[in-house]
Each structure stands twice: as structure tokens, then as C-alpha cells.
């Protein structure tokens, strides 16, 4: 999903994505991945009971990276890319720690 495919062209509000969601008649849905866009997240939460959410990878890295200096994005991302990589939740998280410190403003 994306804003402009929101039914009313706009994505600003909760009540317009329920609309998209509820027009679609999904049934079953287990996971979405989206941006983290509150009237979003909220229309999920209120149509796809029950269902999963987790932060849309591209929609994160851009977000980072708008946080970080020019001159530092590609090792900045090539380090967050190494999260991604990893195959379990575990090891995630012990990534997720290892990155954070070495990016951590002293």
C-alpha cells in the first residue's frame, strides 16, 4: 500500500485508510508491512484484527539516514544492512546492540 492508493488520495488520516483496508475485503491477513504512519497503523490495528505489523525496511533506512551527516550514509546503511542479515531473532538483537554502540554520538 502506498499514500496515493488511498481511497480518498490522501493518507492523513486513520478513518481513510480504514476505508482502503475495509474496501478490500482481506480476510486471514497475519502480517502488513508498512510505513509507520499513525492513521495507518491505527486502521490496521482497527480492520486486520489480530494481524502483525512491522516497519517497512525502506521506509526505516530512509528515515536514518535523513538523521545522519552526507558524508557518513553509505557505512551508516551498511551497517544497518548487516542487522537484516541476520537469520535469527537472536542474533538480531545482538546485532541491533553491536551497531547502536558503534553509532552512538559520544
Keep these: 500500500m502506498k499514500c496515493s492508493d488511498a481511497p480518498s488520495g490522501t493518507c492523513a488520516t486513520e478513518d481513510s485508510w480504514a476505508e482502503f483496508l475495509r474496501e478490500r475485503g482481506l480476510g486471514g491477513v497475519q502480517l502488513v508491512i508498512s510505513d509507520h504512519h499513525r492513521g495507518l497503523m491505527n486502521a490496521i490495528d482497527t480492520?486486520?484484527?489480530?494481524a502483525a505489523?512491522?516497519?517497512?525496511?525502506?521506509?526505516f533506512m530512509r528515515n536514518v539516514l535523513a538523521k545522519v551527516p552526507k558524508g557518513h550514509t553509505e557505512m551508516v546503511a551498511a551497517a544497518i544492512r548487516t542487522i537484516?542479515?541476520?537469520?535469527?531473532?537472536?542474533l538480531v538483537r545482538t546485532q541491533v546492540e553491536t551497531i547502536a554502540c558503534m553509532l552512538a554520538v559520544q
Design 47 to 50: 480492520v486486520l484484527v489480530g
Design 84 to 90: 537484516f542479515a541476520q537469520p535469527t531473532g537472536p
Design 53 to 59: 505489523w512491522q516497519r517497512c525496511r525502506v521506509h
